[in-house]
């Protein structure tokens, strides 16, 4: 059973999401016992129902919550120290928590949103019916394709079948199912349980991987075929669209339909009080479009008004995409799409350029020493100079590298052969691989292993601390440390069914450095560890080796790192991961505190994490002093797994703040006095910029409170 909802140790209800390994405690004003009810009883599918006896029922949380009646139209948006009461009849309580909660009573009933916790009280005990669905999502079946381009695009039309509708609410991540897989073969077949879904939507580009592929997020979006045609182009009934308009280029001008089209299905979602007030529909007020009628228009209709607008009006409010991918035009990357297709990225045929991987260069040394206050002069091992490689000049060989073109998406993936610069390396396996792990029962298992007796004891000293890996409340983590294992002992610790490796100690070509040799992940039968960091010299190729024997995704190092700035990279990712931020989003933000961050890349999925954040989107502060005072903050969100593009974010800045962002990239920047930036950095911890330098945001909370 994928979610389980079961009575609590001390009372109330305990949600266990065994994909995701989360828990969800839900407080009642008696004790419980949940009784399994009809699924179908939901305006949205859910995983499991159960109906208790009870007249309160308390999430420990504040959510995103709306209020719904039995026609599915929204009530009412429960905001921060909010409250709605709906008098009579059958109402739905939705809310957005580490699952998706779905709460069928009958009123007279209170909504409400306290300082930290949300609240469903009946006025007299009664019957609530309880749906969850988890986040996790599958791909339902699997289309084998042949390498030929006009199959991958009969594949590709197929990938629209996973939405579960077709309005504008499909730019909701948790109305946009997984694609299907895609497989190649010798012919071409679709199970009969996929459907390509009939929207009068077609995209015409000439046969060729390289115009298949960058169309493929797009395709499935509107949920459109693709054929063979002259020149690139969107077609309906009653208009065609260039998608190389004004020679922008063809992959710029399919981004471009793709981000408005999103964008002002976001807006549109939002009339007719059917979601909460959105902060870009409000700065695009003067934005001539109809989308109360749109909403329920069909969608080639909806299409041609959406373009009918210039993208250059729109341009300004897009929210910052998560994710670009460079993939190589090979048919051998085809399986890969439905994965990257899934978290909505803009995909490009590379525009890139061999560079010489990362080195530990005399100049970068010396200007990190100095900056360090130390010497490069005579460097060994107790030095802080001194390298994570075996060898005092290394032993590795570096991997061929590639530098993907840099684009203003908040994370770059590079899918092809060389290894990426300044992008994680996606890798089809991972994905699979995360298919195929078991859900299992118990707590979050992290290991932190230290092969090294002296030089990295404040790195493993740091991350076994309590307050480092499982210092969240609501999440149940459990923390093992080695120290100087034995190949075998090493062995055990990758084959075991493991959540994240965090490693510390010595890699080069031959393998992991033991206490009495060294192991080689090539020598494995299979990997049972989910994710990993392996804070270790040249540690890709062991990495790679990982992942393909089973491992979802991890960051590595292209060559060797200095150990002074391999602890700052080891110590800021610690605290990221147990954060919430996923793997690519946390290295690119730790990448900034060390001059050796460049050394580190993500392979795998980067989307890979440890759990999800507090509020679901994971949040970047900049915060500047302009008075005793008086502040200003610039608020950045990374969507993650939980939460991907389209889901919106309200950040709590004061009382009565009801205004909600799409969580990608830039949100605003706020202006705050003292009390309300302290009661805002009390909510959680946060990566911060203050004063020109990098904090955690409990850091500056206690400088504000001195």
């Known amino acids: 059973m994928t979610v389980e909802v079961i009575a609590g140790e001390d009372g109330g209800l305990s949600v266990h999401d065994h994909i995701e390994r989360l828990r969800c405690e839900l407080r009642t004003d008696r004790p419980v016992e949940p009784v399994p009810v009809d699924e179908s009883g939901f305006s949205y599918n859910v995983d499991v129902a159960v109906s208790v006896e009870a007249g309160r029922i308390e999430l420990p949380q504040v959510v995103n919550t709306r209020v719904r009646n039995a026609d599915n139209e929204v009530l009412a948006v429960v905001d921060h120290f909010d409250s709605f009461e709906h008098e009579a009849g059958t109402c739905f309580v939705e809310m957005s928590a580490y699952v998706k909660l779905y709460l069928r009573v009958e009123g007279p009933v209170t909504v409400a949103a306290e300082a930290a916790r949300t609240v469903v009280e009946l006025e007299e005990p009664g ?45 909701y991540p948790t ?15 679709v199970p009969p ?12 580009v000439p046969p060729t991987l390289e115009s ?5 997020p797009l395709a499935y979006y509107l949920g459109a075929e693709v054929v063979p045609g002259v020149e690139p182009r969107l077609v309906t009934d009653s208009f065609e669209y260039p998608l190389d308009p004004d020679g922008v280029g063809f992959e710029t001008g399919v981004e471009r339909v793709l981000k408005q ?14 979601g909460p007030p959105l902060h870009e529909r409000a700065a ?4 001539e479009l109809p989308l109360e009628e749109l909403f329920d228009a069909p969608p080639s209709e909806q299409l041609s008004t959406y373009l009918d607008v210039p993208y250059g009006t729109v341009e300004p409010y897009l929210p910052q995409w998560k994710l670009t991918a460079h993939v190589e035009p090979e048919a051998e990357n085809g399986p890969i799409l439905p994965f990257l297709v899934d978290d909505l990225a803009v995909v490009r045929t590379p525009r890139s350029s061999p560079v010489d991987p990362p080195g530990v260069e005399t100049a970068a040394i010396d200007a990190y020493m100095r900056s360090d206050g130390g ?4 460097a060994g091992p107790g030095s802080p100079s001194f390298t994570r490689s075996r060898g005092s000049a290394g032993g590795s060989a570096a991997p061929a590298t590639v530098e993907p073109d840099h684009t203003d998406s908040l ?11 300044g992008a994680s390396k996606a890798m089809v396996e991972a994905y699979r691989n995360e298919l195929t792990r078991d859900g299992r029962r118990g707590d979050l298992d992290v290991v932190v292993v230290c092969n090294d007796s002296k030089e990295m004891s404040d790195e493993f000293e740091f991350v076994q601390a309590d307050d480092v890996y499982g210092s969240r409340e609501h999440l149940p983590f459990d923390v093992t440390a080695f120290r100087e294992l034995t190949c075998d002992r090493l062995a055990l610790v990758l084959e075991s069914e493991r959540d994240f490796l965090h490693y510390i100690g010595h890699i080069d070509d031959e393998g992991f450095d033991c206490a009495d040799g060294t192991l080689d992940v090539h020598s494995l039968d299979r990997v049972g560890v989910g994710s990993f960091f392996l804070n270790a010299c040249s540690s890709y190729e062991q990495g790679m080796e990982l992942i393909r024997k089973g491992a979802v995704g991890g960051v590595v190092t292209l060559n060797d790192v200095i150990n002074t700035g391999a602890l700052r990279v080891g110590r800021t990712m610690a605290r990221l991961l147990d954060l919430g931020f996923p793997l690519r989003s946390a290295l690119d933000i730790a990448r900034e505190r060390s001059i050796v961050g460049s050394q580190y890349i993500v392979v795998g999925d980067g989307n890979a994490d440890i759990a999800p954040p507090e509020s679901l989107t994971a949040l970047r502060l900049d915060i500047t002093e302009r008075s005793d005072d008086e502040y200003e903050m610039d608020l950045f969100a990374y969507p993650t797994g939980s939460a991907g593009m389209g889901t919106v974010f309200n950040p709590h800045i004061e009382e009565g703040f009801t205004e909600y962002y799409l969580n990608s990239g830039h949100l605003n920047t706020f202006s705050m006095d003292r009390d309300d930036l302290v009661q805002f950095l009390s909510l959680e911890i946060m990566p911060t910029r203050w004063k020109g330098s990098f904090a955690w945001s409990d850091e500056v909370l206690d400088e504000l409170r001195q």
């Open 212 to 216: 298949v592929f960058p169309v493929t």
């Open 175 to 189: 109305l946009r199912g997984h694609p299907p897989e895609l497989e190649l073969g010798d012919r071409f077949s």
């Open 411 to 421: 994370e770059e993936a590079w899918v092809g052969e060389d290894a990426p610069v």
């Open 375 to 378: 010497t490069t002069s005579g």
């Open 261 to 274: 089209t999103f964008f002002l299905d976001c807006l549109t979602r939002t009339e007719g009080g059917r």
């Open 284 to 287: 695009v007020s003067d934005l």
């Open 193 to 204: 349980t996929i459907e390509a879904p009939d929207t009068g939507v077609r995209i015409e």
């Open 127 to 171: 019957e609530i019916r309880i749906g969850v669905r988890s986040y996790h999502r599958r791909p339902a079946a699997t289309i084998t394709t042949t390498e030929r381009p006009v199959d991958m695009m009969r594949a590709v039309s197929h990938l629209g079948s996973a939405l579960k509708t077709d309005t504008p609410e499909r730019s």
